[in-house]
């Protein structure tokens, strides 16, 4: 794996690739170290999970939620 930072002065970039990534398939990403930080991190909820998902498979992940949540109020 390659990873480095450049600050480029116009907007085409060249780099060399090792010998060995000739043929293969590469994954090219680029996005200012900036924009990395800057999304602020979302919190999951069940109810973005809801209509995705059947009614039966939503209650047995509800279950096992409660479940979980059982556990950890009991005292080790």
């Known amino acids: 794996m390659i990873r480095?930072?450049?600050?480029?002065s116009n907007q085409t970039?060249?780099?060399e690739i090792p010998?060995?990534?000739v043929g293969k398939k590469l994954e090219i990403i680029a996005f200012?170290?900036?924009?990395a930080t800057q999304e602020p991190k979302k919190k999951n909820t069940m109810s973005q999970f809801w209509g995705v998902m059947s009614k039966q498979t939503a209650a047995d992940l509800h279950q096992?939620?409660?479940i979980s949540r059982n556990?950890?109020?009991?005292?080790?």
């Open 71 to 76: 556990e950890w109020k009991e005292n080790i």
């Open 4 to 8: 480095t930072v450049i600050t480029p």
């Open 64 to 66: 096992q939620i409660e």
């Open 13 to 15: 970039v060249y780099f």
């Open 32 to 35: 200012t170290i900036d924009e």
């Open 19 to 21: 010998k060995n990534y």
